[in-house]
């Protein structure tokens, strides 16, 4: 400011004022209101709207972003263990029949062999163990048996096919549940999903936002708070399930240890309305 005033050849020392916040009845409109009555310049952010160009005041070029945005702290997922969680593609009666369809296998293969050497066990070169536990392995996708016979030519191959379907429908079902386990419970795109899944909303009172809410949607359960970090910390503390807040306050405290302390609250949605400051 001293450069400025150098250059422009004006004195502010002794002719300026730090302007507190409004008071319980008043808006940050009725301070701007003031100021510009008071002073000649007011040097802060507020948003550039109809109803304050139309009352005269003037706005230079944009500085901010006061694009309102909404801010949401997803729930914290469970980060506990589950030891079964890979069971879950299948019901319990699947995989007891998958288990049993692999041993009757591996019993039909041993079997065949069997016939084909005309119950001479020290010709074969498998036995019924092992012949079941290759079936296993053929369940896994690791194919190791060489059937001699024709009859377990027909068995190895209805039996990789079988299993060729299985592990693709446990892939498939695996992905649903991983994606279906990572989607939020609650998708938020615009302010209308807010209102529709009954959601509070934490704002700053008095602001332009204040007013946009009370005038246009005045369903949504709104809760006014006194300053910026009041709005942040009342996702953490639970006050609220979104923050209406600004583009530019949001890329200047996102990364702010206070303001996103565990660093997980998020943009969520679309602008909710443009606008410059």
């Not at 507190?20 to 709207?49: A, K």
């Not at 005269?56 to 702290?73: A, T, V």
């Not at 036995?127 to 030519?153: D, K, W």
């Amino acid at each position: 400011m001293d450069e400025i005033a150098r250059r422009a050849k004006f004195e502010y020392r002794n002719s300026y004022g730090v302007i507190d916040s409004p008071g319980e009845n008043q808006t940050w409109g009725d301070v701007l209101s003031w100021s510009i009555d008071t002073y000649d310049l007011n040097g802060d952010w507020y948003l550039r709207t109809v109803e304050r160009l139309n009352d005269g005041i003037l706005f230079p070029e944009k500085w901010y972003d006061g694009s309102l945005i909404m801010i949401r702290k997803p729930a914290e997922k469970n980060g506990s263990f589950d030891w079964d969680r890979w069971l879950l593609p299948f019901t319990d009666g699947v995989w007891w029949l998958i288990i049993a369809t692999t041993i009757i296998s591996g019993l039909v293969f041993y079997a065949i062999e069997c016939i084909g050497y005309e119950g001479d066990r020290s010709e074969m070169e498998i036995t019924a163990g092992r012949s079941v536990f290759e079936q296993f392995l053929n369940m896994t996708g690791q194919y190791i048996s060489e059937p001699s016979q024709p009859g377990n030519c027909i068995v190895a191959f209805s039996t990789c096919f079988l299993f060729l379907i299985i592990l693709a429908t446990y892939t498939a079902n695996m992905t649903s549940f991983l994606v279906i386990e990572n989607t939020p419970d609650v998708v938020i795109n615009e302010i209308q999903d807010v209102i529709k899944n009954d959601l509070s909303l934490c704002l700053m009172r008095g602001t332009a936002a204040d007013t946009l809410m009370t005038e246009r949607y005045d369903m949504a359960r709104i809760v006014p708070k006194e300053s910026i970090l009041d709005s942040y910390v009342g996702l953490d503390n639970g006050d609220c399930d979104v923050a209406l807040t600004t583009i530019g306050t949001w890329q200047s405290k996102k990364l702010d240890i206070v303001h996103n302390k565990d660093c997980r609250k998020e943009w969520v949605g679309r602008e909710v309305q443009n606008l410059d400051a």
